[in-house]
């Protein structure tokens, strides 16, 4: 949780450098923060037979899900794509899906996919889904119920410097945390700096700093060179 420029992408593509199969739907139909992970854009879902191979095999996955925006249309057309793979996923399971703009995919002006995010961030565990949701500030859970999940069955909550007390106050709520202790503790957060809360209010609180974003070579996406055909997770080929 932090607010824009905060450094939340840099931050999830940290955290992803230790999964192997990652779904990125990109809210905003263009996003040129996710643009420069170099990860593969996909516009299809089911995903195309190359991915499906790769996952068969054990090879990592990592790819931005979406077409670019240009018009009201083409954002209707990515909004039902992202709601389309954010209801596969629980089916699918294995996937960690990082929800770089929650806020958006969540609301219902905007994709809509709240009911599906609040299903996963709840029960998706035990299907080996593992979700990373960023968000903006607590009190976007008024227009986006996920977000009230998201905090609340999250093992750990990340955030960034922020002044606003509500903010703080939420925050000690749900870690079980003495709000003067997270008061002082975030506004003293340098920038580019996370402070890792877990909700065992037992466990340390640890501070992350990740490096800047180095775009990935898009050579470790190729797709295989055999031609086989795989069922593992997607049912039919697309």
């Keep these: 949780m932090g607010q824009t420029g905060s450094g939340k992408t840099t931050l999830g593509a940290f955290l992803m450098r230790v999964r192997q199969y990652v779904l990125v739907p990109d809210a905003k139909g263009g996003d040129r923060t996710l643009d420069s992970l170099g990860w593969p854009r996909v516009r299809q879902w089911p995903l195309p037979r190359r991915y499906r191979d790769r996952v068969k095999d054990g090879e990592p996955v990592r790819v931005i899900i979406g077409i670019r925006v240009n018009s009201k249309e083409d954002f209707e057309k990515n909004a039902a794509l992202l709601r389309k793979v954010i209801a596969s996923v629980f089916g699918q399971g294995k996937w960690t899906l990082w929800c770089d703009e929650g806020q958006v995919l969540s609301d219902r002006r905007y994709v809509d996919a709240g009911d599906d995010l609040e299903k996963l961030l709840i029960i998706a565990r035990d299907r080996l889904v593992s979700i990373v949701y960023s968000v903006q500030r607590p009190q976007i859970g008024r227009t986006t119920p996920a977000a009230s999940a998201a905090y609340s069955q999250s093992d750990w909550l990340f955030v ?36 890792c809360i877990g909700l065992d209010p037992t466990e340390p609180i640890r501070l992350v700093t990740p490096p800047a974003l180095r775009p990935v070579s898009t050579r470790t996406q190729s797709a295989s060179s055999r031609d086989k055909f795989s069922t593992f997770m997607w049912g039919d080929a697309a």
């Design 160 to 195: 960034s410097n922020t002044r606003d007390t509500r903010v703080h106050d939420r925050l000690a709520e749900i870690a079980g945390r003495p709000a003067a202790e997270m008061r002082g503790l975030i506004e003293a957060l340098p920038r580019y700096t996370w402070a």
